[in-house]
């Protein structure tokens, strides 16, 4: 970041995952990422999360997955705070 001489960053992630059945996974995380620009420029950013998945395995090669993510970034710089609400679909396949 211009006007910034480093960066201190911070995270830590949680997550548990549980099987449900023997085809079917569910996870829940929390994150949370702490950046303090070091220099000129003081703006220290941080960031937290929570995400929701499910994943069902059709056979030992091929599932499909379901996530839901909330992110919100609160910043003491006006115009770099967010909230990001996220669904994604997956499929996947692997040898």
Same mark, same amino acid.
């Given at each position: 970041?211009?006007?910034?001489?480093?960066?201190?960053?911070?995270?830590?992630? +949680?997550?548990?995952?549980?099987?449900?059945? !023997? #085809? =079917?996974?569910?996870? $829940?995380?929390?994150? %949370?990422?702490?950046?303090?620009?070091?220099?000129?420029?003081?703006?220290?950013?941080?960031?937290?999360?929570?995400? +929701?998945?499910?994943?069902?395995?059709?056979? !030992? #090669? =091929?599932?499909?997955? $379901?996530?839901?993510? %909330?992110?919100?970034?609160?910043?003491?710089?006006?115009?770099?705070?967010?909230?990001?609400?996220?669904?994604?679909?997956?499929?996947?396949?692997?040898?």
């Amino acid at each position: 970041m211009a006007g910034s001489s480093g960066l201190w960053d911070t995270k830590v992630t +949680a997550t548990i995952e549980h099987e449900v059945l !023997r #085809n =079917v996974l569910i996870a $829940l995380g929390l994150t %949370y990422d702490g950046a303090a620009y070091q220099g000129t420029l003081k703006q220290n950013d941080d960031g937290y999360g929570f995400n +929701a998945s499910v994943r069902w395995k059709f056979n !030992r #090669n =091929v599932s499909a997955g $379901l996530s839901v993510n %909330y992110t919100m970034r609160s910043s003491n710089m006006l115009l770099d705070r967010y909230v990001r609400d996220q669904i994604l679909v997956d499929l996947k396949g692997q040898f």
